[in-house]
């Protein structure tokens, strides 16, 4: 029996995790490299930022995920570079990796168009520690406006600014809004936390721009009616410490939040492959990278216009597809090698079809905009769809039930478990 291929696959989210699984096979030697030793559910990301729920609830460690396949091993490790020539990928801590099929999954990170000196002063939200660091700065901030006796100080701890008008800074505002006007009703003395100042900065002239347009204007009316300051067309043109300047207007804010873009990870940069300007690898019609037909890329890290012409979207329904194309194009190479026919070039190979599933956000409590297929909702309807969707691709069982729980305490009692304060310096 010939040897079995080594798999390596960089990134444990939802492409490679999709990936992994569909190598469960002895023929395959997988391992998978991530820097974090859990999977992450990203889209509940923000609710873990706004106290809606806990770490624990939104994320697996991988290890317990692939625990039943026996051909994967579980790495935890930072990737340091990838020698394509070689075929090796060398490991901050745990030295060379050789290859004979590589996945490239290591998703994006917050981009900040040209400023990254702006991320000192305006984090984003891509990891749990993300998220549990802006829970911890909200909440600190309304603790010490309850003592300050400052108005203008009150005011600025008091103020979230939010960058960015796509479902992550709706989200985000709208569940700050509620934490503000809702959850914290009643549990302060001096402060009156409905006062608090929540802003969405959208450089755009809408928010949600990939929706349509009734229903950017459905939720900017019903984040504006729970007390939401939105500001379409408005450019963010400085960020410094607690303070951003927007449109020639300087706004004090202890909190802000930069929900505006996306950029790949800095590896790709020297591959020496083609990048699109977000640093995104531009794979294949199989998802194979140009000139390494062993090496693949899948998920936000890479740039895709499937075999219909269509552009992929960086969503996990995509990253998942795209993770189980890539396994299944591997499996072929391997038959293919088990038979001894001819290996197939990359323009030989299946190429990749995304299957959309529409697009959907969730503005607060019993409110939402989704559409798919050029049916679109809104309001209770959409937000209940929202759920549906979100707990069936969370994963574990475990993380369901808690979730569900959390969901049916906060909606039948107004309030959030979440909201302890930990990690101060």
Same mark, same amino acid.
């Given at each position: 029996?010939?040897?079995?291929? !080594?798999?390596?696959?960089?990134?444990?989210?939802?492409?490679?995790?999709?990936?992994?699984?569909?190598?469960?096979?002895?023929?395959?030697?997988?391992?998978?490299?991530?820097?974090?030793?859990?999977?992450?559910?990203?889209?509940?990301?923000?609710?873990?930022?706004?106290?809606?729920?806990?770490?624990?609830? +939104?994320?697996?460690?991988?290890?317990?995920?692939?625990?039943?396949?026996?051909?994967?091993?579980?790495?935890?490790?930072?990737?340091?570079?990838?020698?394509? $020539?070689?075929?090796?990928?060398?490991?901050?801590?745990?030295?060379?990796?050789?290859?004979?099929?590589?996945?490239?999954?290591?998703?994006?990170?917050?981009?900040?168009?040209?400023?990254?000196?702006?991320?000192?002063?305006?984090?984003?939200?891509?990891?749990?520690?993300?998220?549990?660091?802006?829970? !911890?700065?909200?909440?600190?901030?309304?603790?010490?406006?309850?003592?300050?006796?400052?108005?203008?100080?009150?005011? !600025?701890?008091?103020?979230?600014?939010?960058?960015?008008?796509?479902?992550?800074?709706?989200?985000?505002?709208?569940?700050?809004?509620?934490?503000?006007?809702?959850?914290?009703?009643?549990?302060?003395?001096?402060?009156?936390?409905?006062?608090?100042?929540?802003?969405?900065?959208?450089?755009?002239?809408?928010?949600?721009?990939?929706?349509?347009?009734?229903?950017?204007?459905?939720?900017?009316?019903?984040?504006?009616?729970?007390?939401?300051?939105?500001?379409?067309?408005?450019?963010?043109?400085?960020?410094?410490?607690?303070?951003?300047?927007?449109?020639?207007?300087? +706004?004090?804010?202890?909190?802000?939040?930069?929900?505006?873009?996306?950029?790949?990870?800095?590896?790709?940069?020297?591959?020496?492959?083609?990048?699109?300007?977000?640093?995104?690898?531009?794979?294949?019609?199989?998802?194979?990278?140009?000139?390494?037909?062993?090496?693949?890329?899948?998920?936000?890290?890479? $740039?895709?216009?499937? $075999?219909?012409?269509?552009?992929?979207?960086?969503?996990?329904?995509?990253?998942?597809?795209?993770?189980?194309?890539?396994?299944?194009? +591997?499996?072929?190479?391997?038959?293919? !090698?088990?038979?001894?026919?001819?290996?197939?070039?990359?323009?030989?190979?299946?190429?990749?079809?995304?299957?959309?599933?529409?697009?959907?956000?969730?503005?607060?409590?019993?409110?939402?905009?989704?559409?798919?297929?050029?049916?679109?909702?809104?309001?209770?309807?959409?937000?209940?769809?929202?759920?549906?969707?979100?707990?069936?691709?969370?994963?574990?069982?475990?993380?369901?039930?808690?979730?569900?729980?959390?969901?049916?305490?906060?909606?039948?009692?107004?309030?959030?478990?979440?909201? +302890?304060?930990?990690?101060?310096?």
């Amino acid at each position: 029996m010939p040897d079995p291929i !080594r798999v390596v696959i960089l990134g444990g989210g939802f492409a490679g995790l999709e990936c992994a699984k569909g190598l469960d096979d002895p023929a395959f030697d997988v391992t998978l490299v991530d820097r974090q030793n859990h999977h992450l559910f990203q889209p509940l990301l923000y609710q873990v930022a706004t106290a809606g729920l806990s770490a624990p609830e +939104i994320a697996q460690p991988l290890r317990h995920i692939l625990s039943g396949q026996r051909n994967t091993k579980v790495l935890m490790d930072s990737v340091a570079s990838v020698d394509l $020539a070689g075929r090796r990928v060398i490991l901050e801590e745990h030295g060379e990796l050789p290859y004979d099929q590589l996945v490239i999954a290591m998703g994006a990170r917050t981009g900040y168009f040209g400023h990254p000196e702006w991320s000192r002063h305006a984090g984003g939200l891509k990891t749990l520690d993300d998220a549990m660091r802006i829970r !911890r700065e909200v909440l600190s901030a309304f603790e010490r406006a309850e003592w300050t006796a400052d108005p203008e100080e009150r005011a !600025r701890l008091t103020t979230i600014a939010i960058v960015g008008g796509g479902p992550t800074g709706v989200e985000l505002a709208g569940a700050f809004a509620e934490l503000s006007r809702v959850v914290f009703s009643g549990e302060f003395r001096r402060l009156d936390p409905a006062q608090a100042r929540i802003l969405l900065i959208e450089a755009a002239p809408r928010l949600l721009m990939p929706f349509d347009e009734t229903l950017s204007h459905y939720t900017e009316q019903k984040l504006r009616r729970m007390g939401v300051e939105v500001r379409t067309g408005a450019t963010v043109e400085e960020v410094g410490p607690e303070y951003l300047r927007v449109a020639g207007e300087e +706004i004090r804010a202890a909190t802000i939040l930069w929900a505006a873009g996306v950029e790949a990870v800095s590896q790709t940069r020297d591959l020496g492959v083609p990048l699109d300007r977000g640093g995104r690898i531009q794979v294949l019609a199989d998802l194979s990278v140009p000139g390494h037909p062993e090496v693949f890329a899948a998920g936000d890290i890479a $740039a895709c216009r499937d $075999a219909c012409g269509v552009n992929v979207p960086a969503l996990c329904p995509a990253a998942m597809q795209m993770g189980k194309h890539v396994a299944s194009v +591997i499996r072929e190479v391997a038959g293919r !090698r088990r038979r001894g026919a001819v290996e197939q070039s990359p323009g030989e190979r299946a190429a990749f079809s995304y299957r959309d599933k529409g697009i959907m956000a969730t503005i607060g409590r019993s409110a939402a905009v989704a559409s798919s297929k050029g049916f679109k909702m809104t309001g209770f309807t959409a937000w209940l769809a929202w759920l549906l969707v979100h707990l069936l691709f969370l994963v574990g069982f475990k993380n369901k039930v808690s979730v569900v729980l959390q969901w049916f305490y906060s909606y039948a009692v107004f309030k959030r478990a979440s909201r +302890i304060i930990t990690g101060r310096g």
